[in-house]
């Protein structure tokens, strides 16, 4: 191993260690992430939910499961369920925009006035 191979591999370990200096570009990358994050979140946890209401609804229509559970005839409750679910699927991304929107006016002013920082330099 020549020395310049060695000088890589330990300018490559050694920034592991060192710490990062806490830019703007870096202030301004997780003030974005911020402001995405609870949207984000929300339409994944609500979206799992919607599809495994859905889930539910389709097994009682398509199954026997609604005869192990007691429920004699499963057809109309399984697509009253999965309509649900449905509904709630599809309400899912306005409301995720409408999170996205009324976070993204909070955070308008403190993003730009920031990111004009960067640009500037």
């Known amino acids: 191993m020549n020395t310049t191979e060695k000088e890589f591999i330990v300018n490559k370990i050694r920034t592991q260690y060192i710490a990062k200096e806490s830019t703007q570009l870096e202030a301004l990358k ?4 911020q402001v995405k994050r609870p949207a984000n979140v929300f339409a994944y946890i609500f979206g799992s ?3 495994i209401i859905m889930g539910a609804g ?4 398509m199954t026997d499961i609604g005869s192990t559970i007691g429920v004699e005839n ?3 409750p399984g697509i009253i369920i999965g309509v ?3 509904a709630f699927a599809i309400v ?9 929107s009324s976070r993204r006016k909070k955070y308008a002013s403190r993003i730009i006035a920031l990111s004009d920082e ?4």
């Open 74 to 76: 499963g057809m109309i």
């Open 92 to 100: 899912n991304y306005p409301i995720y925009k409408g999170i996205l």
């Open 58 to 61: 389709m097994s009682l229509v």
């Open 118 to 121: 960067v640009m500037k330099g």
């Open 30 to 33: 997780e003030l974005d992430k």
């Open 49 to 51: 939910i919607s599809a």
């Open 84 to 86: 649900v679910g449905m």
